[in-house]
């Protein structure tokens, strides 16, 4: 019983990692780049492309380094599980 409570509550914390990731990328999406189009909604369509050309490099650094840490966060907990179901 014990062993499938502790599996149980080692997937769950993948899960929720999967789902963190999944949302964080939702956030970044909706309150990053679309900055450029509600701070200058009067605007051309060309003031609004160059915006998003501007915002675009850093949303993709920020992105990708908290998404990557995220992954390696569950990669290295997915495997702590394995090494500890196998111990």
């Not at 909706?30 to 060309?46: C, G, H, M, R, T």
């Not at 050309?53 to 966060?73: E, G, S």
Request: charged share 10%; glycine share 2%.
């Amino acid at each position: 019983m014990l062993g499938a409570v502790s599996n149980t509550a080692s997937y769950l914390r993948l899960w929720a990692l999967s789902l963190a990731h999944s949302q964080l990328a939702l956030v970044f999406l909706e309150q990053i780049l679309i900055v450029p189009w509600k701070a200058l909604p009067n605007d051309s369509i060309a003031a609004q492309s160059v915006g998003s050309f501007i915002i675009w490099f850093p949303f993709m650094a920020v992105t990708f380094a908290v998404l990557m840490m995220m992954d390696v966060l569950e990669c290295f907990l997915h495997t702590l599980r394995l090494h500890w179901v196998e111990f």
